[in-house]
């Protein structure tokens, strides 16, 4: 009796505790898209994540800042000491107060963040017809379907469907929850030039991005995999020999 | 009792000094080796012992986050998300203890229902099941003010609601409200004071969970035929059988909760809390964690706000009463064929709370709340009380020993020795 | 209790079979894996580790003064030493330092001195910086907790500090730029 309904429990529990993630917004189906880092072996294509990277900082880096993200953060994606010496030293951060109390710029360092586009989130509303460009640190994280729902965004801009009024402004995007997004198209064709020769089609731009944003909000993924089996597989084990254990002690009373 | 030394049976000289003088060797082999326990537990009297477990992972996993933690309104979502990217394991160790909340809230469930199952509420054992109540309480306040810490949008309107559910008091309701938040809204110092609580309170659950085992080895346990042990052939000693069936479940346990931390550590969790809290802008829909949702739907299932907050805490509070609802002196719903049905409905109910506390608050959802509302009450208020004298039970087996080797029929003398004999 | 607890009392005690000690050495091995990552989050994270280095401009440091500059959350000290202050260093047999170590060992350029400005006593930080500190009885660095005197290239000379105060590692980058760490 009590196997049947441990294994109820487990069947309801389990359904059941989608439940949250399936209560927020109305639902708009986002559609699957193959990723290197899908399931629960998959690690990151270190080159997509790079040339997102390179679409980040052309494209989205203009409105959309990654304060949680510093230059040293760029080598877990292959690139060396001197290309994110290089990449750090393109930007000027502010430092200071130095001896006179002033603040003053400088290039920047591997230990700084990434710049912020705007000062505050005032000045980023107020540039921005009052929309505020979120911060991307951890926006794979922070929004249901994750990577797949940034790809369907970034390859979801259309003309709006006959009937529907856009408000000022306004873009119609098929994924956006209510279909009205303040950002414009922010990819076209050729927009990004990659220097490994990747076409510069859209669906490739909103994929490496996606990876790149995905591996921004998870950085710890592929650790956290690896070691997960490893743990899995010695409890396994564990637990058989508790098993045996168990049934030795057992043997005499049943 | 004489002054004096403690009589030891220990041999080993350092064990048998520190023994005569403090016997918590003697205690511990009274109460966790030789302990008699009855010798047909099932699987589901595992849960106990893995919510201790479970205690001492989250206090561990706790102390070691609260060194890199900020308790500041401006700093708390950078300081929790510098502990998942620039603290060694800092990714780990959170998510141990944010799945281990509801890895917790899982086995402490599953331990509830299996008390309400097998009766485990009635006589002697009333204060036991009480104390677990107040154990119970003490976890929902700690999950709450931890869920708030990261400061992200869900912990920040999560924190608003449930802290508004006070105003709903007439005449003190606000000035309770304002005492929670110190301040006019949910800011700084009610994340302050959050932290120092959320910091405390595992500590004093510490303390009840001992007194709770206290309890429990002053009236022994219960078991899955309800039936008290009558002698020596009914149970068995905690060591070694106990442990090795504790260990094994442990391990189990263990599988899951690592199934969580390392491939779904934000499955249970709602992605808006990776947004930072911003007090002008409310989320479209606020769910609570999923431990609270039966609780949160029994709360909108009342059209009136006073009303719902009532019924949310009785929903709760009504537990410390059951042992004198249930009138009927047959423990387990074994031998309980209409209560047994009545009380699966109950479970049922529970989950479809769930569901609907994740929902939003439209039809059907609002209609269905109020069925499962009704009877969640029902089978307490009324069922209950009323099978008490209505319902016929199953006959009960003369003794554990007589169900457990006899095969529920009349057995020969010598099975009864059967133990002994191996002994 | 009688004959039912008894059973193990007598022969229950865990007996020490193969499986008992596979799976005991099991436990052992995640036991101490688990307090692994504890025991690691404790030490200096990721970003600690990257701010560990710092400029420092040392243009406007006049011959005879001294800067004190912030690194890893300790003093340094940046002294633009005399030649006088040199010559007193180099001029001191070993034999009379209590931790013998030659001046030249100590700096990379003569004038320059830059060492971490913790007393090797008990951490505290010495007075010398300012023109207007006492700086010892050897015209280098004096600790006010215990008396600690130390000379012109920061070697300890007398007191109860046991070693010369350290050298950071540092690097000029340019005639008036040193990083360091």
């Known amino acids: ?254 | 009792m004489a002054i004096g030394l403690h009589d030891s049976d220990f041999k080993n000289p350092v064990i048998r000094w520190v023994d005569q003088r403090m016997p918590i060797f003697t205690m511990m082999q009274k109460e966790y080796g030789t302990f008699p326990t009855p010798r047909n537990f099932n699987y589901f009297w595992n849960f106990g012992a893995l919510a201790m477990v479970n205690l001492m992972i989250m206090i561990a996993t706790g102390i070691f986050l609260a060194m890199h933690y900020t308790p500041h309104t401006s700093y708390a979502f950078d300081s929790v998300e510098r502990i998942m990217r620039d603290v060694n394991f800092g990714w780990l160790i959170r998510y141990v203890h944010m799945n281990g909340a509801s890895m917790f809230f899982i086995v402490v469930f599953i331990h509830i229902w299996r008390g309400m199952y097998y009766g485990s509420y009635k006589a002697p054992r009333e204060l036991l099941w009480m104390l677990g109540v107040v154990i119970f309480l003490l976890m929902m306040a700690t999950a709450f003010m931890g869920y708030v810490l990261p400061w992200g949008q869900m912990s920040f309107w999560g924190a608003t609601v449930i802290t508004n559910l006070f105003s709903a008091f007439p005449f003190v309701g606000d000035w309770i409200v304002t005492l929670l938040w110190g301040g006019f809204s949910v800011d700084n110092p009610t994340l302050n004071r959050f932290f120092s609580l959320h910091y405390l309170l595992p500590f004093v659950i510490v303390g009840v969970v001992f007194l709770h085992v206290v309890a429990l080895h002053i009236t022994g346990s219960n078991n899955p035929l309800g039936v008290e042990p009558k002698g020596p052939q009914d149970t068995l000693p905690f060591h070694p059988y106990y442990t090795a069936k504790d260990s094994f479940g442990l391990v189990i346990y263990f599988i899951v909760f690592a199934g969580f931390v390392f491939f779904a550590p934000n499955f249970l969790g709602h992605p808006d809390n990776y947004i930072p809290a911003d007090p002008l802008v409310t989320p479209a829909h606020i769910v609570p964690e999923w431990y609270f949702l039966p609780f949160y739907a029994i709360l909108r299932a009342v059209p009136d706000k006073l009303g719902g907050v009532l019924l949310m805490f009785g929903s709760i509070l009504v537990l410390f009463v059951l042992p004198w609802l249930d009138g009927s002196p047959v423990r387990s719903m074994r031998f309980r064929p209409v209560a047994r049905i009545a009380f699966l409905l109950w479970t049922v109910c529970f989950f479809v709370l769930m569901y609907c506390g994740g929902m939003p608050a439209e039809e059907p959802y609002v209609t269905v709340s109020r069925i499962a509302t009704a009877y969640y009450f029902g089978y307490f208020l009324v069922i209950l009380p009323l099978l008490a004298r209505l319902e016929k039970p199953l006959p009960l087996p003369e003794s554990i020993a007589r169900a457990v080797l006899g095969g529920g029929g009349p057995m020969p003398a010598g099975a009864a020795a059967k133990p002994m004999d191996k002994a | ?181």
């Open chain 3, 1 to 181: 209790m009688a004959e039912g607890a008894g059973a193990s009392a007598s022969d229950g005690t865990p007996r020490r079979d193969f499986l008992t000690l596979v799976t005991t050495a099991f436990v052992g091995v995640g036991v101490g894996a688990i307090a692994w990552p504890f025991i690691a989050s404790m030490q200096p994270a990721r970003d600690v580790l990257a701010l560990s280095s710092t400029d420092v401009d040392i243009a406007p440091v006049a011959e005879g003064m001294a800067v004190t500059v912030m690194w890893r959350g300790k003093p340094v000290f940046v002294r633009n030493r005399t030649p006088a202050e040199v010559q007193e260093a180099r001029t001191v047999p070993l034999s009379q330092l209590p931790d013998p170590a030659t001046d030249q060992s100590r700096v990379q350029k003569d004038q320059w001195l830059i060492v971490v400005g913790i007393c090797t006593h008990l951490g505290c930080v010495p007075l010398g910086q300012k023109p207007t500190d006492p700086r010892g009885e050897y015209g280098g660095w004096f600790c006010p907790c215990h008396g600690s005197h130390y000379d012109t290239s920061g070697r300890i000379r007398k007191g109860p500090a046991p070693r010369n105060l350290d050298v950071p590692q540092y690097a000029f980058t340019s005639d008036t730029k040193i990083k360091i760490g």
């Open chain 1, 1 to 254: 009796m009590f196997r049947t309904t441990l294994g109820a429990f487990a069947l309801i529990g389990g359904l059941l505790a989608t439940s949250p993630a399936r209560a927020a917004g109305e639902a708009i189906a986002i559609p699957n898209h193959p990723f290197s880092f899908d399931g629960v072996f998959g690690t990151y294509d270190r080159a997509s994540a790079q040339r997102g990277f390179q679409v980040y900082k052309e494209v989205c880096a203009n409105c959309h800042a990654m304060r949680l993200l510093s230059y040293r953060n760029l080598r877990e994606l292959g690139l060396t000491d001197q290309q994110v010496a290089a990449i750090a030293s393109q930007v000027q951060v502010q430092d200071g107060p130095n001896d006179e109390g002033q603040m003053f710029e400088r290039p920047g360092r591997p230990s700084d963040r990434f710049r912020s586009p705007f000062p505050n989130q005032q000045a980023a509303r107020a540039a921005n017809n009052g929309a505020y460009p979120v911060d991307l640190s951890v926006i794979a994280k922070a929004r249901n379907g994750g990577a797949d729902y940034l790809y369907a965004l970034l390859t979801g801009y259309a003309d709006p469907p006959p009937g529907v009024t856009m408000g000022e402004g306004m873009n119609y995007n098929r994924y956006f929850p209510g279909h009205q997004i303040a950002m414009g198209n922010p990819l076209n064709p050729d927009q990004v030039e990659f220097a490994d020769g990747t076409p510069g089609t859209v669906e490739n731009m909103a994929r490496d991005v996606a990876t790149f944003l995905q591996w921004a909000a998870e950085p710890e993924l592929e650790q956290r995999r690896a070691m997960g089996v490893k743990i899995i597989i010695f409890l396994t084990i564990l637990g058989g020999l508790a098993y045996a254990v168990k049934r030795k002690v057992w043997a005499d009373v049943h």
